[in-house]
């Protein structure tokens, strides 16, 4: 296999941080391979348009009656209209060549050499303006390290009415506008309610901890919550004195051979003497059940073995914090997915209007 060039290796990379089992380094976040998709996807779509734009031109040349340049093959077949010369850059221009009309079409099949050569050209400008574009890009790691209140909570509801401290219990709502029945015994009503509830709280029944739609809502969106997935994975936040700190400093993200877990070293990015561990699924869901001594059992000695195995004894943390996301009366999960058995169907069910536009509930 030959060497990938650097640009897909980074792509390919950062796409591993969803794998459970990817036990290598792993340089860049998703979010990376999100803005470089961004460039390549317009360094093609340039290629598409320079190869239509060319095989016009090549089309009017030949309306005109002006005969094709002459080509570097010595056999005789170039002038017949089945002509099809081979190699990778005949079968490029093909593949190009199948989203244009018939004229254009024609028009590879008669000078595919010339296409593909303008083709080279056009391209090569487009790709290095794009690379260019994408060397301004930060593409650096972003991790909000400080939580979320004055990063995204403070700026949100600035002028907008939040209660704190109370929760929704009932959404009424029909033709007349909604009500809400909230947990303290107040009750708001308003024209229309974005319900932005996460899936793991919908799937739950009232009577433990989901909230009660009245009218219900339609089947359509029912099947949709219960056909999609919540899952769970959950996190401890362990912090030692910096001192004590035994693990890779300078690396931002950490791995080990156990399945169960990966780590990202808040040491790396601010703050001082904290290691994340993510934990993943099945073990996610199984140590809600355990308690915070058991899973600190389950981890320390791993963590030992793992990154400091000359230590006759892991220093222990001053702080632990074991997440139960689950649990967590607020969300019941912590995660989405596309369960086996749903759909893209589903995913637009659930996040249509209820009831929606056109029904005779809205009168």
Known sequence: MGAVPPLERRVMDSFKVTMWGYVAELPLLSTTSLKEDAAVDAAMAARRAAA???????????????PPPPTTTTTTTTSTPNYRPTGRKTQASSILGRGLNAASQAAFAAQPDVVAARLAAATATQ????????????????????????????????GVDVRLGTSVREIEHGAGGTRLQLSDGTS???????????????????????????????ERKR????????????????RWAV?????????????????????????????????????????????????????L???????????????????????????????????????SFDRVGSSAAHRAA??????????????
């Not at 239509?52 to 002006?66: K, L």
């Not at 996460?198 to 029944?205: A, D, F, S, T």
């Not at 659930?350 to 009168?363: C, F, K």
């Open 243 to 295: 001192k004590d700190v035994f693990w890779p400093a300078a690396r931002p993200y950490l791995q080990c051979t156990d399945q169960r877990f990966r780590f990202l070293n808040l040491h790396h990015f601010g703050k001082p003497g904290v290691l994340l561990v993510m934990c993943a699924p099945p073990f996610s869901t199984t140590m809600e059940r355990m308690d915070d001594r058991a899973v």
């Open 223 to 238: 099947e949709a919550i219960a056909r999609l997935g919540m899952g769970t994975e959950n996190k401890v936040v362990l």
């Open 127 to 158: 790709v290095a303006a794009a690379a260019a574009q994408s060397a301004s890009l930060n593409l650096g790691d972003g991790l909000v390290v400080g939580g979320y209140g004055r990063f995204l909570i403070d700026h949100l509801h600035r």
């Open 297 to 335: 059992a389950e981890l320390l000695p791993l963590l030992r073995a793992t990154f400091a195995p000359s230590l006759p004894v892991l220093p222990p943390p001053l702080e632990a914090h074991v997440t139960r996301w689950g649990a967590d009366p607020y969300s019941f999960g912590s995660y």
């Open 350 to 363: 659930l996040r249509a209007p209820e009831p929606e536009p056109g029904s005779p509930e809205l009168g």
């Open 188 to 218: 708001l009503t308003a024209d229309y309610v974005i319900v932005t509830l996460p899936l793991g709280v919908l799937k739950r029944p009232p009577e433990a901890g989901g909230v009660r739609f009245s009218p219900q809502l339609s």
């Open 52 to 66: 239509a734009a060319d095989a016009a031109a090549v089309s009017a040349d030949a309306d005109a009656g002006t």
